[in-house]
């Protein structure tokens, strides 16, 4: 998205020779690079290939990798890779977010319950037992699905 200051490292708005010249590279290695599936810019309704400022930077990513001798099919995985870890890093922000609200949600605790003498459900808090004879030494645990203090 466009801000008044310009338009944001997503916006694909370099025309291939001005990517390749912002890269350090022929254009033909940026349509190469576009063919193997390592850099694919957006495409405007002729064809055209149009390159945005992230698509800059891994251009030079592939450039620096090839130049410590990695082969442009160890490029493409090593790229997937990087991809993968940040799609998890963005995930594992959202689920510790989804937690968090949940714990608070819960109170600082999760909810306790028991069977009471008579067989009625009793909420207690975490940490202590129902009071009484005890019928019996059973044990039952049931966590709901989804449940977010482990497993």
């Known amino acids: 998205m466009a801000t008044p200051e310009g338009p944001d490292r997503d916006t694909p ?13 022929h254009a033909q290695t940026l349509r190469q690079y576009d063919r193997l599936g390592l850099v694919t810019p957006s495409r ?16 030079r990513e592939v450039q620096a990798l090839s130049a410590d001798g990695v082969s ?12 993968q870890v940040e799609a998890m890093r963005n995930r594992l922000v959202a689920l510790t977010a989804e937690n968090q609200a949940l714990r ?11 069977a009471g003498l008579s067989g009625e459900v009793v909420t207690l808090r975490a940490g202590t037992r129902p009071r009484g004879p005890a019928s019996s030494s ?10 977010p203090f482990g497993d």
């Open 13 to 25: 708005v370099y025309v291939i020779s001005v990517a390749a010249e912002l890269a350090g590279m």
């Open 44 to 59: 405007t309704r002729g064809g055209g290939r149009r390159y945005s400022a992230r698509d800059i930077d891994r251009l």
């Open 72 to 83: 442009l099919a160890g490029i493409h995985r090593i790229l997937g890779l990087e991809t």
């Open 104 to 114: 608070e949600a819960l109170g600082r605790s999760p909810r306790v319950f028991a």
């Open 138 to 147: 059973a044990l039952a645990v049931w966590r709901p699905q989804g449940w």
